[in-house]
């Protein structure tokens, strides 16, 4: 069920709301991918989903907001077995948003009770604009005064993976360069992307070399040394186990595949 409330644009300068609304998706809903011209936060209450922004798709859990800015391309689809349900504030502004907002994903359940006191604005006709803009206000005070959460750890760590997947990178270095230790990061990068960094880093290898081969036409030596394997016989390996084929046969499958 979606709850849509038609919020009238009074322009006001700083943060100014565009739309509201809430939903109880069914399983395997989906929205995307699209660009929205506007920021738009969304707040799940209960169920579980993914959200890809930036090409890199994140679990999302109870007590999460995930972040859509303007003009970035983003895609969002509801679990099919446990499926979210959301309340949503979309806003325009001409001015820097607060630095928690730059992350896909913050984890605050603090914001839960004033996304359902936002459902309020249902009941106001004249005040309903003021209303959301006073809630978004509120909103961003909860998020700086939150801090640093395991969202900001998790996102610097995802920026670390794609900049440095090449080299021979480890989760033990990627913790200390966060400044926590193995085994706690481990369990933060877990909980917040459904799958354990080690695991979510050879994948990551392994799609860009799976690019570099078909996209790129890069032998598999080329392909292995450019993500971060510069031992072919490991490369081949780790690579057919991953998508069922050698590198040199996927390569060949997906020439076919073009003519």
């Known amino acids: 069920m979606i709850r849509m409330e038609i919020v009238i644009d009074q322009h006001y300068k700083g943060y100014n709301p ?6 109880s998706c069914n399983p395997g809903h989906f929205f995307g991918p699209s660009v929205r011209t506007h920021w738009l936060l969304h707040y799940v ?5 993914t959200f890809v922004r930036d090409g890199v798709s994140r679990a999302v859990k109870p007590g ?14 509801a679990d099919v077995k446990n499926p979210w349900r959301y309340i949503w504030i979309g806003f325009t502004t001409e001015e820097d948003v607060p630095p928690p907002l730059k ?23 004249n005040g309903r604009s003021a209303f959301l803009c006073a809630k978004i206000w509120e909103l961003f005070s909860i998020l700086l005064e939150e801090g640093g959460t395991s969202a900001d750890y998790v996102e610097k760590a995802l920026s670390y993976m794609n900049a440095e997947y090449i080299n021979d990178i480890t989760v033990r270095q990627i913790a200390e360069s966060l400044g926590l230790n193995r085994s706690y990061f ?3 990068f877990s909980r917040q992307m459904g799958v354990s960094p080690q695991k979510y880093l050879i994948n990551l290898r392994l799609e860009r070399a799976a690019e570099l081969l078909t996209v790129y036409g890069e032998s598999p030596a080329t392909a ?8 072919i016989y490991h490369f081949s390996k780790i690579f057919k186990k991953h998508f069922g084929l050698s590198p040199r046969n996927y390569q060949q499958m997906y020439r076919r595949s073009r003519g």
Do not use: W
Not at 18 to 23: D, H, K, L, N, T
Not at 67 to 73: A, G, K, L
Not at 103 to 125: Q, T, V
Not at 224 to 231: A, E, F, Q, W
């Open 224 to 231: 292995g040394l450019s993500v971060g394997y510069p031992d």
């Open 103 to 125: 992350n896909a994903i913050i984890h605050c359940p603090e914001a839960g009770s004033l996304f359902e006191d936002m459902l309020r604005c249902g009941k106001l006709e």
């Open 18 to 23: 565009v739309q509201f609304g809430s939903e």
């Open 186 to 188: 481990s369990e933060l």
């Open 45 to 49: 209450v209960y169920g579980f989903g």
């Open 64 to 77: 999460d907001i995930f972040v859509i800015p303007p003009y970035e391309e983003t895609y969002y689809e």
